[in-house]
C-alpha cells in the first residue's frame, strides 16, 4: 500500500530491514525533484555523505551557517569538503533579521524564554531552512529514532507536510549510536572534534554542552529546556 501526499508522492513499502542505501535509493526514485543532504556535520550526518559516493554522487550538501556554530563544526565542515571534493551549498539567515533581533534583544535571548528561543531558531534555521528546500522535491537528514522522544514516530521515508508535502528521506533512522560510530571509524571518516569532548548532539555553540555520563545524548541541547521542546524547527511534525 502506499500513500498520497501533497506532491503526489507514493511512498514505497520498504523491508523491514532496509539498510540506509536501500532508503536512499528508494526515496530518490519516487522523489518529485533533485534530493540534497541537509548537512549539520554531525557524525550521522557524515557517514551519510559518506554513503552517498556511493549510492547517488548527484546528491548536493547544503548546510545553515547560524552565524553561532562552533569552531569544530566549520573544521570537520571544510575536512569533508576537501576529502570528498564537494562544494557545500551554505546558507545564512537573513542579516535584517539578526541585526533587529541582536539590537532589540541581545546576544542571548533564546534563554529568557521558549518563545524567544524559537523566534532565535526560526530566524538562523527555519527560515534558512525554507530557502535551502525551494525546488528540491526531497531532503535528506541524519535523523535517528533513538535521539529524542520527539523522533520515535518518524519513519524512514515520509511525507514533510510542513515543507510543502517534499519528501524526507531518514536513512539512519534505525541505526543505534553504536553502528554510526562502527560505519565512522571502519572507514576513518573526519568527525567532530566536539563528539569526542562529551557532545553526542551538535548544534549552536551557546545552546549545546556536554553531557554527563547517563545522560540522554540530547541533554545537552537547550539544557534548560524540558524533553519534549528540543527541537529547533527544522524537523516539525
Ligand atoms: S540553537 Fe540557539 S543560537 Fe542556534 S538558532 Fe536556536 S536558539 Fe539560536
Redesign the pocket.
Known amino acids: 500500500m502506499s500513500l498520497p501526499s501533497e506532491k503526489n508522492i507514493q511512498l514505497p513499502e520498504l523491508p523491514q530491514e532496509a539498510s540506509p542505501a536501500e532508503i536512499i535509493s528508494a526515496g530518490l526514485k519516487v522523489a518529485d525533484g533533485p534530493v540534497a543532504l541537509a548537512c549539520s556535520f554531525s557524525v550521522e550526518d557524515v557517514v551519510i555523505v559518506d554513503l552517498l559516493q556511493e549510492v547517488a554522487p548527484q546528491v548536493r550538501l547544503f548546510a545553515l551557517d ?4 562552533n569552531e569544530e563544526t566549520y573544521e570537520v565542515a571544510e575536512a569533508v569538503s576537501q576529502r570528498y571534493g564537494i562544494a557545500i551549498d551554505w546558507f545564512f ?1 537573513e542579516r535584517d533579521a539578526v541585526e533587529k533581533l541582536e539590537r532589540e534583544k541581545g546576544l542571548f ?2 534563554r529568557e524564554s521558549l518563545d ?10 527555519v527560515e534558512p531552512l525554507q530557502r535551502a528546500l525551494k525546488g528540491l522535491g526531497g531532503w535528506i537528514t541524519g535523523l535517528r529514532r533513538e535521539q529524542s522522544v520527539t523522533r520515535t514516530g518518524l519513519a524512514p521515508l515520509e511525507v514533510d507536510t510542513s515543507n510543502g508535502g517534499i519528501l524526507k528521506i531518514n536513512p539512519l533512522l534505525e541505526w543505534s549510536e553504536a553502528q554510526v560510530w562502527e560505519y565512522a571509524e571502519s572507514k576513518r571518516l573526519p568527525v567532530n572534534k566536539l563528539h569526542r569532548q562529551g557532545y553526542p548532539s551538535i ?6 554542552r556536554a553531557i554527563k555520563d547517563g545522560e540522554h545524548p540530547r541533554a545537552g ?2 539544557w534548560w529546556e524540558d524533553p519534549e521542546h528540543k527541537e ?2 527544522l524537523h516539525r511534525r
Open positions: 547560524t552565524g553561532r556554530l539567515p535571548s533564546f524567544n528561543r524559537h523566534e532565535c531558531c526560526r530566524i538562523r534555521k548544534g549552536c555553540a551557546p545552546c549545546t541541547r537547550w529547533c524547527g
